[in-house]
């Protein structure tokens, strides 16, 4: 395959010209490096008010011929994957294309012996090790829909999502490293599994060694696995089949199961990668990520080995044994590429840098961020003491709807600019829309909204295409609509302001929750807040700000009346929250978002409905607020 990277920012310029010119040239030529079955007989194809997007249609392939066997002609003994385990004692794996290929089909062969077929969905329910990612590709090898499920879920959530796609077939282990936490899978599925039908067959992986109960449908992974061998020919698939379902939360409490299909996800996310990244054969390249999200999918499994990389799957967290794994794993692994979370970068942050400096970091030429807009503070210290300042910064946008990456800086390439997203990638038709979807020009703040497909947009909700319609494509019709405002400069760079559906109406005035927070996290003694509105008989809503403090506070009073002031004097007297309370955490999903949905019910004092609380990351913050508020 030719170099799909832009390395200059001429080549970049040029590309981003055609792209606007002619897209489907622009994208054709990009599929053209891939290897199909059959040559598709329609680029694209795509109706937003139906809404519906078709890619490369009619065209044939696999993409784990893609990932996997064109890399065998050229370089098999290529690292593919670097497994660096939870205990830092154990050893790290180095397994190559070859044997990457060997195990992916012997899995694929596997599932087929235990009955799994093109288009049955497999629910994989595991730890972050090889076989998770092994798992993944002999899914998508005969032609079966993965849907992963994050292993910190609880079992009603995993039940749920089962559910809802009807799975066949479950992959899971007995149990699961994390940090000095050892989850026991194995029980929590059974757990699930109580509450689902459709489940026929139970892999399951032996990881920790620990006990578990056994049911008839349970199968030893590596029992199964001696019964099969390793010629698996891959199912030809059409392009615009389901390669796998990922689940993501709204703003109901029904997670939405995005499907994303095989050729256009390939395209977009090979593409995305090897430009975002700047990758060079050879580099050693690590995205933090778990593969139970979809930064894990694109950006761990799928765009790296679809170009050949060489991939770290890390199973443990930054904390453990100590504060400065992340760094410690970068000098080892002598990683060139890092892709993390900006709430990684906060809580290593508060560390003494010496965590950092006492490792060399000198492999690093490319610096990743990802998941919720990046704080100047984060930005500048990762910068400083991450990359020495002499590491471009790629703040990513994008999101589980998207599969790819759609705004970003390409490393080194164009220009960077702390705490913007910066410009959308070339095929990318990014705009701003004001509250009656007129669109806006030049420098200004509004609704971002993708205004025409690329080739990795999900392409319905799992079951419920109007749902899909009603969320992405109504509010604004015509529009790809994905729920977050932004901000544009002069030169046309983005800055991600924060979800839209986080305003606040007070005495009439719209509010930004965003920008209310970003002024809270100025004080000094401030680490993270969330702003939320509830509830006002005189002004139909007033903000309640939750402030996670950073030394222990003294006078309650006197920060509280110095955060008002903060708020007053950055954005105005009226954003003033009515109520601030100091917390010890803020209520956050796996992946660390803030759950606002949980504080705005926190907020409004209506206990009685908050819902599950269990798939949170700390439960137990949420009876801290109610006992203190
Ligand atoms: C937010 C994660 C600002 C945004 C890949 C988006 C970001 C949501 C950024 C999707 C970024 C993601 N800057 N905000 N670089 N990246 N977001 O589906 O609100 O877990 O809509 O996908 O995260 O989250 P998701």
């Not at 199964?224 to 709204?250: K, N």
């Not at 917390?583 to 907020?603: D, F, Q, W, Y």
Request: aromatic share 10%.
């Amino acid at each position: 395959m030719d170099d799909l990277a832009y390395r200059s920012i001429a080549a970049y310029e040029q590309a981003k010209d055609q792209a606007s010119a002619q897209p489907e040239a622009f994208w054709e030529a990009i599929a053209n490096q891939f290897e199909w079955h059959q040559k598709w007989d329609k680029t694209l194809e795509y109706d937003f008010h139906k809404p519906e997007v078709k890619w490369f249609f009619g065209g044939k392939l696999n993409i784990t011929e893609n990932c996997l066997d064109r890399h065998l002609k050229t370089q098999p003994n290529q690292t593919a994957i670097i497994f660096e385990p939870n205990d830092p004692k154990e050893t790290a794996q180095h397994i190559s294309y070859e044997e990457l290929h060997s195990r992916v089909c012997r899995v694929a062969n596997m599932l087929k012996a235990h009955g799994a077929k093109k288009g049955d969905r497999i629910c994989l329910y595991m730890p972050m090790v090889p076989e998770l990612a092994i798992s993944v590709l002999a899914c998508a090898r005969i032609g079966a829909i993965h849907s992963v499920v994050f292993a910190g879920f609880s079992a009603a959530a995993l039940a749920a999502r089962i559910n809802d796609a009807d799975c066949a077939m479950l992959v899971t282990a007995d149990g699961g490293f994390r940090g000095a936490k050892v989850t026991p899978l194995k029980a929590i599925a059974d757990e699930a599994l109580t509450h689902c039908t459709s489940i026929k067959t139970s892999i399951v992986l032996k990881r920790t060694g620990q006990e578990v109960a056994w049911n008839d449908i349970d199968v030893w992974w590596h029992e199964a696995l001696a019964e099969v061998d390793d010629h698996c020919p891959a199912e030809i698939m059409d392009s615009e089949d389901p390669l796998f379902i990922l689940y993501t939360s709204g703003s109901t409490g029904k997670p939405k199961g995005m499907v994303h299909t095989c050729g256009g996800y390939m395209v977009y996310t090979a593409y995305s990668f090897q430009n975002v990244f700047q990758y060079e054969k050879g580099d050693v390249y690590w995205c933090t990520a778990d593969i139970g999200w979809i930064t894990g999918h694109s950006y761990i499994v799928y765009g790296p080995l679809a170009v050949g990389a060489t991939t770290v799957m890390f199973e443990g967290v930054p904390s453990y044994p100590e504060c400065d794994r992340f760094w410690e794993v970068c000098a080892k692994h002598k990683v060139n590429q890092f892709y993390t979370a900006p709430t990684a970068i906060r809580a290593l942050q508060k560390h003494p840098v010496d965590l950092v400096s006492k490792h060399d970091l000198s492999t690093l030429k490319v610096l990743g961020s990802v998941g919720e807009p990046i704080n100047a503070e984060a930005w500048h210290w990762y910068d400083n003491h991450v990359g020495k300042n002499n590491c471009p910064i790629v703040d990513t946008w994008w999101q589980t709807e998207t599969g790819g990456i759609l705004i970003s800086s390409l490393a080194g390439v164009t220009p960077q600019k702390p705490t913007y997203a910066t410009l959308p990638m070339p095929g990318v038709q990014a705009v701003l829309l004001d509250n009656e979807g007129n669109e806006l020009a030049d420098e200004n703040e509004g609704i971002l909204a993708i205004k025409y497909p690329w080739p990795s947009i999900a392409r319905t909700i799992w079951g419920d295409h109007e749902r899909y319609k009603n969320v992405y494509f109504s509010a604004y019709p015509g529009y790809y609509f994905p729920g977050d405002g932004a901000l544009r400069d002069a030169k046309g760079n983005y800055r991600i302001t924060g979800r839209v559906d986080d305003v606040v109406i007070v005495s009439g005035h719209n509010l930004g929750t965003a920008p209310i927070e970003n002024a809270l996290n100025e004080h000094p003694n401030v680490v993270e807040s969330a702003v939320v509105g509830f509830p006002h008989d005189v002004k139909g809503n007033a903000l309640y700000a939750f402030v996670i403090a950073k030394n222990v506070v003294a006078d309650h009073e006197a920060l509280i009346a110095a955060l008002r002031a903060l708020v007053a004097q950055t954005i105005g007297p009226i954003a003033k929250p009515d109520r601030i309370q100091v917390v010890s955490g803020l209520p956050k999903t796996r992946s660390g978002k803030i759950m606002r949905r949980i504080l705005r019910k926190l907020a409004a004092g209506e206990y009685d409905q908050l819902g599950d609380v269990s798939t949170l990351l700390n439960p137990e913050v949420v009876e801290e607020i109610k006992r203190n508020s």
